[in-house]
């Protein structure tokens, strides 16, 4: 049994009120924790980034407006952790003590962003040091990491695999604002680098994608790893 931690955007879980794959997901996360110790946290997608643009317009500083931002993964979490009943711990996690302790139950762990400034793939990465998991996987709408926006450039190169150093430098020049979006902030990606920890980066619009990566070892994504060891499938 291994130890895996999910950053799972939320708008992959949820694009708009009328559109959702939370009930998508669930056989996917059930069957992965079946065979592995299962964190999984959860993003604030479109939702969040309306509320920050709306808190923004008031004069909210960036501080305030990420608080907002977290309010909504939590939000996200709570109910994808209802949805999965009883397969998963039975309260969101706080903070990365919260999520460890919760952990030891055997069940799905689910928690959104705790702090200002970072994005949910650093709490993310922070809690796959925690935990000392042997995969980080980070579930987003693009099938891994490119050199350019594919959305904006189809032609972008795209990379299947990258040292840590080179994702730092990668994702260093971007910027980091509330509700930003990114390949991986700059924090997620350093403690990828310090931790050693690999990373899977993948298009998670198809939740089966996720499975096929860890359970069959077949996707589209980029690895990130200090070594070119067959990581998949676990």
Do not use: W
């Not at 008031?58 to 501080?63: C, Q």
């Not at 009883?86 to 919260?98: F, G, Q």
């Amino acid at each position: 049994m291994k130890t895996l931690v999910i950053s799972l955007g939320g708008s992959i879980l949820i694009k708009t009120t009328q559109e959702n794959r939370i009930a998508a997901y669930l056989p996917v996360l059930k069957e992965i924790a079946a065979r592995h110790r299962l964190f999984v946290v959860v993003g604030g997608g479109g939702g969040a980034r309306t509320y920050i643009d709306v808190a923004r317009s008031l004069g909210l500083d960036e501080g305030t407006s990420d608080e907002i931002g977290i309010l909504v993964t939590r939000l996200n979490a709570t109910l994808l952790l209802g949805a999965l009943r009883d397969a998963a711990y039975p309260v969101v996690a706080m903070s990365h003590n919260e999520a460890k302790k919760y952990g030891e139950s055997g069940k799905i762990v689910v928690m959104g962003g705790i702090t200002p400034g970072q994005t949910t793939d650093a709490v993310a990465a922070v809690l796959a040091e925690r935990v000392q998991a042997d995969l980080f996987i980070n579930v987003t709408s693009v099938d891994g990491i490119f050199a350019e926006d594919p959305e904006e450039n189809p032609a972008a190169k795209h990379y299947s695999r990258l040292t840590p150093a080179a994702l730092v430098k990668i994702v260093s020049e971007k910027g980091l604002t509330a509700g930003s979006h990114t390949p991986l902030d700059i924090t997620a990606a350093r403690v990828v680098e310090r931790s050693h920890i690999p990373l899977v980066v993948l298009k998670g619009t198809d939740p089966e994608n996720l499975s096929r990566a860890i359970l069959d070892g077949k996707c589209t994504c980029t690895i990130i790893s200090e070594t070119k060891k067959k990581l998949l499938p676990l």
